[in-house]
Each structure stands twice: as structure tokens, then as C-alpha cells.
């Protein structure tokens, strides 16, 4: 079975930064999409990222544009998500997705990870 493990979550203040990280087991990061959505309670599940291994291509939401950077290490099997400069607004339980879509929409997704909660405080 195909399984996504993200892990990488925690609590920070405003300003600082974290590295959210997402294992897929029993596929390697080929030919296929990798996103990352992030969701609050009560709030639809919205895409932040999302990278193709095919060709590298990334994709961003508007909002982390210059912040977040999304990147894969093929030898290692996991795509990164690296966020600076991290707001109040980015509290969220963040995902991690394998699909077919080039940019982060949760309809092009067919396998989730559970998710691991950023915390920002100001």
C-alpha cells in the first residue's frame, strides 16, 4: 500500500521557520505529484505547494509565494516543504498528497498522509 508520512510540525513564533518533511512508502518519487495542503477547523483543506518529479516543476498559493519552498531529494525519497517567515495566518495541520496534478488542488490528489500541525504564535 502507498502510504505518505509527514512529519516536521511544531510551534514557532512569527518570523521563524520550519521544514516539514513527507515520506511516500511503497512508491518512489517517479512520474507523479507531490502537494502539500494545509486545513483549519472548520475551513476547507487549501493547497500551498505542489511539485512534479518529472520534471521539478513547483507550484505555489499565492499567500506563501517568497516564503515557502518546496523541493525533492530523489536519493532520499522525500519532498520537502520549507517555510520562512511564517505568519500567525499559517496555523494549520499541513498534509502531505501524491497525485497527478501540477499545482496544489486536493482533486488531483489520490493518496493522503496524515497530517502535522504548525503552530505560529505572534
Known amino acids: 500500500d502507498v502510504q505518505l508520512q509527514a512529519s516536521g510540525g511544531g510551534s514557532v513564533q512569527a518570523g521563524g521557520s520550519l521544514r516539514l518533511s513527507c515520506v511516500p512508502s511503497?512508491?518512489?518519487?517517479?512520474?507523479?505529484?507531490i502537494g502539500w495542503f494545509r486545513q483549519v477547523p472548520g475551513k476547507e483543506r487549501e493547497g500551498v505547494a505542489c511539485?512534479?518529479?518529472?520534471?521539478?516543476?513547483?507550484d505555489y498559493e499565492d499567500t506563501v509565494k517568497g516564503r515557502f519552498t518546496i523541493s525533492s531529494d530523489n536519493a532520499k525519497n522525500t519532498v520537502y516543504l520549507q517555510m520562512n517567515s511564517l505568519k500567525s495566518e499559517d496555523t494549520a495541520v499541513y498534509y502531505c498528497?501524491?497525485?497527478?496534478?501540477?499545482?496544489?488542488?486536493?482533486?488531483?490528489?489520490?493518496?493522503w498522509g496524515k497530517g502535522t500541525l504548525v503552530t505560529v504564535s505572534s
Open positions: 498528497a501524491k497525485g497527478w496534478a501540477t499545482i496544489p488542488v486536493a482533486h488531483g490528489m489520490d493518496c
Open positions: 511503497g512508491l518512489t518519487f517517479d512520474d507523479y505529484a
Open positions: 511539485i512534479s518529479s518529472s520534471d521539478g516543476r513547483t
